[in-house]
């Protein structure tokens, strides 16, 4: 079992992690020129802000000496939303396929990355801890993995436009 120190600093990397992925897709949408892309990748930056203010809140209970409250998790806004609809999906790769999304493929790859790497620490973390802390590593740690599907599909939809895409005029 984790003391409440070691949990804090468990919490306090995932905060740090949170942000660092907050603030990679907010620099992203500015390089991005495809409109279904930005809203997804904003609607994605809306969630990592709950992620942040629900790891901030169980960092909050954990320095105050409180037991970890998991209401805030309740809320229907942490559950991950649907980032296309399917008319954003057809544009998305409809606008993949009339010019080069070099930069897109690069930031579905990026993001896929980040959102894996804190999936998994999140699953392994609730697989050491105990109680509330654990519930919370592991509904943190499928809100990631959500994200990590989503980024992993456009990635791999991405790869494959741009793979087929004809080169040399």
């Not at 629900?54 to 998790?73: E, R």
């Not at 980024?151 to 040399?168: C, H, N, T």
Request: aromatic share 10%; net charge negative.
């Amino acid at each position: 079992m984790v003391n409440d120190a070691k949990l804090e600093k468990i919490f306090e990397y995932a905060l740090n992690q949170e942000k660092t992925g907050m603030s990679f897709f907010q620099n992203s949408i500015e390089r991005m020129g495809v409109g279904a892309a930005v809203t997804a990748l904003k609607r994605l930056v809306e969630e990592e802000r709950k992620h942040i203010a629900f790891v901030q809140s169980i960092i909050n209970d954990l320095k105050q000496g409180n037991k970890i409250d998991l209401s805030m998790a309740q809320d229907p806004g942490l559950i991950p939303t649907d980032y296309f609809d399917q008319r954003g999906r057809s544009e998305f790769l409809e606008q993949c396929v009339q010019g080069s999304m070099v930069p897109d493929v690069t930031i579905f790859n990026t993001a896929w990355l980040i959102e894996k790497d804190l999936s998994e620490f999140y699953a392994s973390m609730a697989e050491k801890t105990g109680g509330p802390a654990s519930e919370a590593l592991t509904m943190l740690s499928k809100w990631e993995k959500e994200h990590e599907r989503f980024f992993r599909e456009y990635r791999d939809k991405l790869s494959e436009v741009y793979a087929q895409m004809p080169w040399g005029g």
